[in-house]
């Protein structure tokens, strides 16, 4: 890993710490009172997610100016020129230390097997990005899900701050987390898998040596499995969030027959 990736990697880390000590409890205080009313455990987990959401908003939109205008990437995804990637990247990878530590501090209130799994397993792949620059468009492509991480974030500030559910903002919001959800992390994947199996047996692809190869396969296969149990769940806690509306609706109906 160059000098300039490890600082990177270095400054995202302390950068995210100092947003989850210090920024976001006096931005939240000045936003909304109601996060002065939260228990200890919800405090860490309310700062917890804003700095997620800073971080999703960051490397998400970072994501997107390459995948439009890296023309290097997109020309050659296995062996492009990887440097505007590998700084999106090294910011990804300070945020997730800063999560694994976090989460190993707080296990008994925010401790989740699914995110130390995505996060070990993303941190395990682009570690190879970061070390020989491989597999940019790839690894940059996988950031595109971070687009959703605001709104699934924003579903947690309104129950902690007892928004009800039928809440014109809450349904929305909720409506919004899982159309993004399914078009960054669901629908997508047909389209990433047939870029995958196009360099499959190319003389790309065998430089990469058996490690790059293992590392890139697997890594994607675990974040794919975990998406699509997180889509699951948010299929149905809609379900269940639509049908006390659907209850309330007929039987305004029937009194009103």
């Not at 995202?12 to 939240?28: E, I, M, W, Y």
């Not at 919800?42 to 800073?54: F, H, I, M, Q, Y």
């Not at 290097?72 to 945020?95: E, R, S």
């Not at 130390?116 to 190879?128: F, K, N, Q, R, S």
Request: aromatic content about 14%.
């Amino acid at each position: 890993m160059e000098t300039r990736e490890l600082t990177v990697v270095a400054g995202s880390f302390v950068g995210f710490q100092l947003l989850f000590s210090v920024a976001s409890p006096r931005l939240s205080f000045a936003i909304t009172p109601g996060y002065g009313r939260l228990p200890p455990n919800k405090l860490t987990e309310w700062n917890s997610r804003l700095v997620s959401t800073v971080h999703a908003l960051i490397v998400g939109l970072f994501c997107l100016y390459i995948l439009w205008f890296d023309d290097a990437v997109n020309a050659n995804p296995v062996w492009g020129d990887p440097n505007l990637v590998k700084l999106n990247v090294a910011i990804t990878c300070g945020y997730l230390l800063y999560d694994l530590v976090l989460l190993a501090c707080n296990w008994s209130t925010m401790g989740d097997s699914f995110f130390v799994c995505h996060h070990l397993a993303a941190l395990y792949a682009y570690g190879y990005v970061l070390t020989r620059g491989v597999l940019p468009y790839f690894a940059n492509f996988r950031l595109i899900s971070e687009l959703s991480t605001p709104f699934v974030n924003q579903r947690w500030f309104f129950e902690a701050l007892k928004y009800p559910r039928s809440h014109r903002m809450v349904v929305l919001n909720g409506v919004a987390m899982a159309v993004v959800f399914f078009v960054v992390r669901i629908a997508v994947m047909p389209s990433y898998w047939a870029s995958v199996f196009a360099t499959f047996g190319t003389p790309e692809f065998e430089r990469l040596g058996s490690g790059a190869q293992v590392a890139w396969i697997t890594s994607c296969i675990a974040l794919d499995i975990l998406n699509t149990v997180w889509m699951y769940k948010i299929a149905r806690g809609c379900y269940k969030a639509e049908k006390p509306a659907r209850a309330d609706e007929k039987h305004a109906n029937n009194h009103t027959d």
